[in-house]
T-cell receptor, first 115, second 111 residues
């Protein structure tokens, strides 16, 4: 069964600190992995997308890693800001043989950055 | 949110009433999607449409209906047959194999 599991479920950190969010998946055949940021009451916004051959990708203070062998990904946030408070969702795309890949969503990690 | 509009942002209905959620896009994307988001769960696919006048059921289509008469519009009707309609509903679009773009969402509360 295709699944995406994220940890921790929630996290509280102080402003300026770093943190790392984890994503483990059992999706096959794998196409790509995305990290989304979702502010409360808003739609998710893409942070990064990683394909099978990519190990690391950065977007400002966000750095995503992918280990396709162990089927794990992480999202590292550097020098956190209050505006980083949001839910971070890992989404894995599975090739289903059709024109549109199937997306499997994790339940998200709720991050709270405190001053 | 880009060029995707969902209205209204908050919607309240009495149990037993049908309600239609609006999704409009100006991105000229072929594919449109409806998801439902509940606390502690990942997004679940309700319906999707890859082209005008065609749509497919997702994982949780029961109690929902859609139409795709125009490329830019993909309304979702929550019928009285949906047992637990209270949720956050997200519309998304995609062109080809590129990433999905999400709308701002509609929070539906049924009492």
């Amino acid at each position: 069964k295709n699944q995406v599991e994220q940890s921790p479920q929630s996290l509280i950190i102080l402003e300026g600190k770093n943190c790392t969010l984890q994503c483990n998946y059992t999706v096959s055949p794998f196409s790509n992995l995305r990290w989304y940021k979702q502010d409360t009451g808003r739609g998710p916004v893409s942070l990064t997308i990683m394909t099978f051959s990519e190990n690391t990708k950065s977007n400002g203070r966000y750095t995503a890693t992918l280990d396709a062998d162990t089927k794990q990904s992480s999202l590292h946030i550097t020098a956190s800001q209050l505006s980083d408070s949001a839910s971070y969702i890992c989404v894995v795309s599975a090739r289903d043989g059709g024109a549109t890949n199937k997306l499997i969503f994790g339940t998200g990690t709720l991050l709270a950055v405190q001053p | 949110d880009g060029g995707i509009t969902q209205s209204p942002k908050y919607l309240f209905r009495k149990e037993g009433q049908n309600v239609t959620l609006s999704c409009e896009q100006n991105l000229n994307h072929d594919a449109m999607y409806w998801y439902r988001q509940d606390p502690g769960q990942g997004l679940r696919l309700i319906y999707y449409s890859q082209i005008v006048n065609d749509f497919q059921k997702g994982d949780i289509a029961e109690g929902y209906s859609v139409s795709r008469e125009k490329k830019e519009s993909f309304p979702l009707t929550v019928t009285s047959a949906q047992k637990n309609p209270t949720a956050f509903y997200l519309c998304a679009t995609r062109q080809g194999s590129y990433e999905q773009y999400f709308g701002p969402g509609t929070r539906l509360t049924v009492t």
